[in-house]
């Protein structure tokens, strides 16, 4: 319950930005700081239990969406994010991985400035105690990382396969600089997963200038011309409006940032006449650009019994590229302990071999039906949209059958299930791939940066048009970073925290 009228700054979405920024912003104890966000302060307790984290989208602490059908499959996608605090970092698969730096090279492409990858070292730095210690690692940062101490002996038989198809060793494979395969950092302490609440906001409860609201869904955002100067929101069964002597900054994610602006009359003008929304502000990149990470998986059979998991389930991973011309790696090869659910037959006891183009070309959108904040969002991904990500996906498979084939998983007496060994032309397994493939969870995009037409947010976050409004989560990001995204939005929202104090 806020106890305050009037705040510096007000933040939308308690996730993995809102969290850093609740915290940044109000160790200025001159700054009066507001965190508004849709679930819950009390999340399931699988939640702390890193193996559990598969079953934590479809509890209480996540939103349940689903994208429209998708071309290859014909069928939606499940796509998770999460809606509590701590939102996607709470039920995350706590892999923690800078981008390659190659994949930060086009975040200028439309002319945003100062997001290199050199840019954001210092934040990416500033976010993190790298328990391994390698060079260009933080040592003095909330989040404490490092890879699984005993990775499950499965996941090390691959790695071993890995180096014996020819693949390089990497070092540090979280660090943004390597390629190869290697363990990588995990958000897990002593056990527990380490949420952006946990090592960010817990610790700041305590100050007098920061006010969390909770169950709180904003409804729209306010406006005094084109001053923003606050939101609505209801709390309790009450709409309240909170008002915002400073900054609104958006951290409700790729989707709820994008869905805010879009309601409050903030896009491209004919989504918004369609969705019978007065148009406020015309901006018409809002909602476009979404791109996000497919995945796919070979499950597979094992006649040796796998140890039951003890981390995240993907201890192991790399990073390659599907041709040598490739610009940077832009595929990745994950490790996985469990045999995922597969179309072909059920399998009780195996692993998976997941692989995801990293670049991907493919563009969607985010839409609307209506200024109803609780009507859900229209979610298109467009995966496989793009004939590259198809060649990217192939090249990976045909990287991670290599890897199965090696004689260091020989004695673990495996058969792939699925796709199976009926799949062996490059139509059979890019059909396969494009009909059963799954969200990574990575999507990105929405409110992209840049300084042209269709940037939403300039280079320093600000909304183009209007004024005291930023956005600061996973939406900003112009292209896909090549690894899982958590550890560039962190890195993203700590230097909006500079940003935003004028540092
Ligand atoms: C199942 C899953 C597994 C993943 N695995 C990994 C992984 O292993 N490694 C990795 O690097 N990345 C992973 N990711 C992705 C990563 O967690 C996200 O990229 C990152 O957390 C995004 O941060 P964010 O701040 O942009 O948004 P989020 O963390 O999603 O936060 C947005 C918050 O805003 C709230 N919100 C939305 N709308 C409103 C509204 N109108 N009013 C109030 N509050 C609102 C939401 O409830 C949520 O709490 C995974 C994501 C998921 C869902």
Same mark, same amino acid.
């Given at each position: 319950m806020s106890s305050l009228s009037v705040y510096d700054y007000i933040l939308v979405g308690a996730g993995t930005a809102g969290c850093v920024l609740a915290d940044r912003l109000s160790q200025d104890e001159n700054a009066r700081v507001l965190l508004v966000e849709a679930g819950s302060a009390t999340l399931p307790d699988a939640v702390t239990h890193p193996p559990a984290w598969p079953a934590l989208a479809a509890s209480a602490a996540g939103w349940g969406d689903v994208t429209v059908a998708q071309r290859g499959s014909g069928a939606p996608v499940a796509f998770p994010r999460g809606k509590g605090l701590g939102g996607s970092s709470a039920i995350n698969a706590m892999v923690f991985a800078r981008?390659?730096? $190659?994949? *930060?090279?086009?975040?200028?492409?439309?002319?945003?400035?100062?997001?290199?990858?050199?840019?954001?070292?210092? *934040?990416?730095?500033?976010?993190?105690t790298a328990v391994s210690g390698a060079t260009g690692r933080g040592s003095n940062g909330p989040l404490f990382v490092a890879p699984a101490a005993e990775p499950n002996e499965v996941l090390l038989a691959c790695l071993n396969g890995a180096v014996e198809a020819g693949h390089r060793r990497a070092f540090d494979i979280s660090g943004g =600089?390597?390629?190869?395969?290697?363990?990588?950092?995990?958000?897990?302490?002593?056990?527990?997963? @380490?949420?952006?609440?946990?090592? *960010?906001?817990?610790?700041? =409860?305590?100050?007098?200038?920061?006010?969390v609201v909770t169950d709180a869904v904003v409804h729209r955002l306010v406006f005094d011309g084109t001053r923003c100067t606050g939101v609505e929101y209801r709390a309790q069964g009450q709409v309240r409006t909170a008002a915002a002597a400073g900054e609104v900054v958006l951290t409700a994610g790729t989707v709820g940032s994008a869905q805010l602006l879009l309601r409050s009359g903030i896009g491209p003008e004919r989504d918004l006449r369609r969705a019978q929304v007065d148009v406020f502000h015309a901006l018409p990149g809002v909602g476009q650009n979404l791109h996000d990470h497919p995945r796919a998986n070979l499950v597979y059979r094992a006649q040796r019994l796998v140890p039951a998991a003890r981390n995240n389930h993907g201890?192991? =991973?790399?990073?390659?590229?599907?041709?040598?011309?490739?610009?940077?790696?832009?595929?990745?090869?994950?490790?996985?302990?469990?045999?995922v659910p597969n179309p072909v037959a059920p399998v009780e006891n195996g692993f998976t071999i997941g692989v995801s183009p990293l670049r991907p070309a493919s563009r969607g959108t985010l839409r609307i039906t209506s200024a109803d904040p609780y009507?859900?969002?229209?979610?298109?991904?467009?995966?496989?949209?793009?004939? @590259?990500?198809? @060649?990217?996906?192939?090249?990976?498979? $045909?990287?991670?059958?290599?890897?199965?084939?090696?004689?260091?998983?020989?004695?673990?007496?495996?058969?792939?299930?699925?796709?199976?060994?009926?799949?062996?032309?490059?139509?059979?397994?890019?059909?396969?791939?494009?009909?059963?493939?799954?969200?990574?969870?990575?999507p990105v995009g929405t409110c992209m940066m840049g300084e042209d037409e269709v940037s939403v947010v300039d280079s320093a976050l600000r909304v183009r048009g209007l004024d005291g409004l930023r956005v600061a989560d996973a939406a900003v990001i112009p292209s896909i970073p090549s690894n899982n995204t958590n550890a560039t939005v962190y890195a993203i929202a700590e230097k909006a925290a500079d940003l935003l104090r004028g540092a």
């Open positions: 981008g390659h730096h $190659t994949s *930060y090279e086009s975040w200028g492409d439309h002319g945003a400035k100062g997001w290199t990858f050199e840019d954001l070292l210092p *934040y990416f730095q500033r976010s993190e =600089l390597e390629e190869g395969f290697a363990p990588v950092d995990l958000n897990i302490v002593a056990g527990r997963r @380490q949420s952006a609440a946990d090592a *960010y906001l817990t610790p700041a =409860l305590k100050r007098h200038n920061l006010d201890e192991i =991973l790399g990073l390659l590229r599907s041709a040598p011309e490739a610009d940077g790696p832009d595929v990745q090869i994950i490790f996985i302990d469990i045999p009507a859900p969002p229209v979610i298109d991904p467009n995966y496989f949209s793009e004939e @590259q990500d198809v @060649q990217a996906v192939l090249s990976g498979i $045909t990287a991670a059958r290599r890897i199965a084939w090696s004689s260091a998983l020989a004695e673990w007496g495996i058969e792939e299930v699925s796709p199976g060994l009926s799949a062996v032309d490059r139509q059979s397994i890019s059909d396969h791939a494009r009909r059963y493939f799954g969200s990574y969870c990575h």
